[in-house]
């Protein structure tokens, strides 16, 4: 009976890192299209998807949702100076660089 109630418990579990797998994934795909508007505005002529990417990585859980919800309310000043604040730090940087150096930039 211990065991069955353990195995219970950890299908659950299982189940809920799922759902927030897959809310994750919701948010950073919201995320991305607010991102990508925010590149393609500030830095046209630059494939901004590659950027989004180095942009999205570099960024916490809880920046990813403030981005994502400006999907659905529309891209604000605060949101672009967030999404270019987060551009400026060292994973991101490094991460644009590398992108850049290996062509995929243009």
Do not use: H
Not at 30 to 36: D, I, L, M, T, Y
């Amino acid at each position: 009976m211990r065991l069955a109630g353990l195995l219970g418990m950890a299908v659950a579990l299982s189940g809920c890192a799922v759902a927030n797998d897959v809310a994750d994934q919701l948010a950073r795909d919201r995320a991305k299209s607010v991102v990508n508007s925010v590149v393609a505005r500030n830095l046209p002529g630059v494939d901004a998807a590659p950027v989004t990417d180095c942009v999205i990585d570099a960024a916490s859980a809880s920046e990813i949702i403030s981005i994502a919800g400006d999907s659905v309310t529309g891209v604000t000043e605060t949101t672009a100076s967030k999404v270019l604040d987060i551009a400026q730090r060292p994973q991101a940087v490094e991460c644009i660089a590398s992108v850049a150096i290996s062509g995929l930039l243009r």
